[in-house]
């Protein structure tokens, strides 16, 4: 078995999976929901896939397509601590995903929490402009607005 590895996410891999503290607090200020939450409404609004490293669930990830503007995408993702634990096989898996999306997509936008410096890194490094932190509902916590392409 290759050391990463992506595939469609199933039930199964939602129910044991463990998110990181800073994913599980972004998830609940933003939008009142747990990872689990989370990872199921995407499987209902997105092609919804998990990435495994070393043979650990390192995370969810899928981009649901915005039904006002045709062509645009809202990434999102919940990671487990593997993506610390293995950041090079992660970062070099991270690439195909991102370029699958572009070539979906003619844009892609989305918001994270300022507090989650490990993805906005990731994001900023996959080539997404990352826009100033301003309060988000419902708490008033900082998010960023990150965004990729055109008409975003």
Known sequence: MSVVYVRPASPEDVELFEARACD???????FRHTPKDAMLLGMQTSDTYAVFLHG???????????PE????????????????EHPLPFLRASRRTVNYWRERFYGLRNFVDARNTVVISWLAWRGFRIYPAKPFVPDGQDFHLFAWGQYV
Do not use: N, Q, Y
């Open 24 to 30: 599980r607090e972004e998830l609940w200020a933003g």
């Open 56 to 66: 650990k669930c390192a995370g969810v990830f899928g981009v649901v397509p915005s």
């Open 69 to 84: 503007k045709c062509g645009i995408g809202a990434p999102w993702a919940v990671f487990s601590d593997v993506i610390t």
